[in-house]
């Protein structure tokens, strides 16, 4: 008895292991190293709603996340409700989300958009991005309004609580 639960146990473990590196390309999430062209930065394009984004937009922001992620893969689609939290959290402190997908269809984007209820900006993926691209979603890039690449690139899911410490330690140093 004591050995099938052993093996029931490690198949679920090994079944979550796959499930939560499934995005991410097999590899724990981790730190990238990034750079940008200080001041910089930009783009311009319309959000998953057809209305006008840029990223000028944004200039009195304190820090600008820009999370890449796309509706077929789970660890993205499980945060969306706590970068919901952030967002709604740090908002009125100088944050602004913006939620990037590229290969999702648009109509299922705007689909579960709705349903989790998120209300930072999401877009499609426009070339100025792609060099903050990593090849695994998610991916989480941080920029001030002025364009200047802030913080590391963060590829893998969060939970709340580790958002809320990077979150709040960028924009302290704002």
Do not use: H
Request: glycine share 10%; aromatic share 10%; with cysteine.
């Amino acid at each position: 008895m004591k050995r099938l639960f052993r093996i029931i146990a490690a198949v679920i473990a090994a079944l979550a292991l796959v499930s939560s590196l499934a995005c991410s390309g097999g590899k724990k999430p981790q730190t990238v190293d990034a750079t940008a062209e200080p001041g910089g930065f930009g783009f311009s394009t319309t959000d998953v709603n057809g209305d006008p984004i840029a990223f000028t937009d944004f200039s009195d922001k304190k820090v600008i996340m820009i999370n890449f992620w796309e509706t077929w893969c789970g660890p993205c689609v499980n945060e969306l409700p706590d970068l919901q939290k952030i967002y709604e959290k740090y908002e009125g402190e100088g944050l602004v989300i913006i939620g990037v997908y590229s290969s999702s269809n648009k109509a299922d984007v705007t689909s579960l958009v709705n349903k989790v209820g998120i209300t930072y900006p999401i877009m499609e993926c426009v070339s100025s991005l792609e060099g903050f691209r990593t090849e695994y979603v998610p991916t989480t890039v941080f920029f001030d309004g002025a364009g200047n690449f802030i913080g590391s690139t963060l590829v893998g899911s969060r939970s709340f609580e580790a958002w809320d410490g990077v979150v709040s330690s960028l924009l302290e140093k704002q």
